[in-house]
């Protein structure tokens, strides 16, 4: 089955940089769109960004410029590199599996998420 197992969380302060990574098994990994998404307390889960089978990636607004997502193939594994961090960026950070090639075809498995925090 699906399994994706994210790391990579911590506390940081404000202006610091984080990189998360998931590792992804149970399916060919190479023809599927993966993402990140973050929830913060309150509020709806958002996806943060994401990159297609090809390799094309997009973000939201809120964290262009800031954070870069990358993927190896070679070894089922997802990351997102995190810099300029705000407080507003802590959240629960989830890995996750597009259902092909493309985000818009939605996701349809999360990983169990890891914190990040940062303060200001």
């Not at 994210?6 to 190479?30: D, I, K, M, P």
């Not at 607004?61 to 089922?76: C, E, H, L, M, P």
């Not at 075809?105 to 990040?116: I, K, L």
Request: charged letters at 15%; glycine letters at 14%; proline letters at 2%.
């Amino acid at each position: 089955q699906v399994q994706l197992v994210e790391s990579g969380g911590g506390s940081v302060q404000a202006g610091g940089s984080l990189r998360l990574s998931c590792a992804a098994s149970g399916y060919t990994y190479n023809i599927y769109c993966m993402g990140w998404f973050r929830q913060a307390p309150g509020k709806e889960r958002e996806l943060v960004s994401s990159i297609s089978g090809g390799g094309a990636t997009s973000y939201a607004d809120s964290v262009k410029g800031r954070f870069t997502i990358s993927r190896d193939n070679a070894k089922n594994s997802l990351y997102l590199q995190m810099n300029s961090l705000k407080p507003e960026d802590s959240a629960m950070y989830y890995c996750a599996r597009g259902r092909g090639w493309f985000s818009s075809s939605g996701f349809d498995n999360w990983g169990q998420g890891t914190q990040v925090t940062v303060s200001s």
